[in-house]
């Protein structure tokens, strides 16, 4: 099993049994083989990094498939000589690359993709390109290889906008206001719709807004972004700070995923789950008060009228409730160490390295289509 033991034990009686029988499922499908050999698409990102930290040392083979689109290939520099991690570059859009990489391969996590509304906007055909042409591609791909689990990350955008008086459950409508939004909501129904036509189990997270240090660090995303500022001493522009959002550390999302990877399948198969903690709910003005008590007397502007239109709080009850996963890193703990990692001049080069701490330019990308195209 991947989980680590000391969350294992804290399980009940019952799901510690059901966890073994799946292990022992595992195995016997695999003529007594217990090695997870997982590919992760997209796994040198903001999540991809930590997660592959995470499934490395639980034991699994891990090989990332990646364009490295933001010239990130330094977030995975650490795991190269790892003897159960392999770098393949390529394109999950490209049906003979999706064949190398599902080689012996056990699962699939799809992280790949153009992730955000700003990026997706301000490059609509290579969005279009990539989270819909290139996902289904991948998709395709993944059917009559034995696979034992796939499980496709998705989004809590895909809610849109909420009532200050509503919560929104997996069987919530989905309302996405963005390309990105509308993008994933479109690939979950697409997977959904293979229930009964394909030869593995597929599990949707719809993961909430990400935070705290990864060795892709990430300066585009809410807590990260107001926490970086207030410690510069800049003024910080907060839009519409009444509207809600979900937030969830990068650690816990590896957490989740390996839950996913070890729980019996009959639990998961083409399930969708919200993917966060109902404590972890906030809005911005909430981020903002968080920061300031541990950085008082920074400057902050509050502006109506964002053009991000999004509000909406999160249900998180059947996370809890059928893979007995709960957050451990609150919001004040993420905001603590991205401080002290600021403090200690580990990320000084942001400036000077602006498509790696953030979803702002695709130059990697670009350079794999002239690539591609040669």
Known sequence: MLIDHSELMVLPPGIRTELSEEQSRFSAARGGDPERRILIIGGAGYIGAPLTSYLLAAGAFVR???CLAYHNGA???????HPRYELMLGDMGDPETMQQ???GITDVIILGGLVGDPITKKFPGAAERVNDQAIQT??????GRGLNKVIFVSTCSNYGIIGDDQIATEDFELKPL????RSKV???KFLLGLEGQVD????????????GLSPRMRFDLTVNEFTRDLFLGRELSVFDAHTWRPYCHVRDFARLITRVLDYPVGRVAFEVFNSGGDANNH????????ILQRLPGRRVSYKPDSEDRRNYRVNFEKVKRELHFTPLVSIEQGIDEIIWALSAHMLDDVSTRGTFYGNYELPGLEAHALRSTA
């Open 178 to 181: 963005s390309s990105y939004a």
């Open 138 to 143: 991948c998709i395709r791909a993944l059917n």
């Open 75 to 81: 977030s995975v520099l650490g795991y190269i000589s």
């Open 200 to 211: 593995y189990a597929p599990t949707i997270l719809r993961f909430a807004t990400a935070f």
């Open 101 to 103: 990489a599902l080689a």
């Open 283 to 290: 809005t911005k003005q909430e981020i903002v008060d968080r």
């Open 186 to 188: 479109a690939a979950e």
């Open 64 to 66: 990332n498939l990646d």
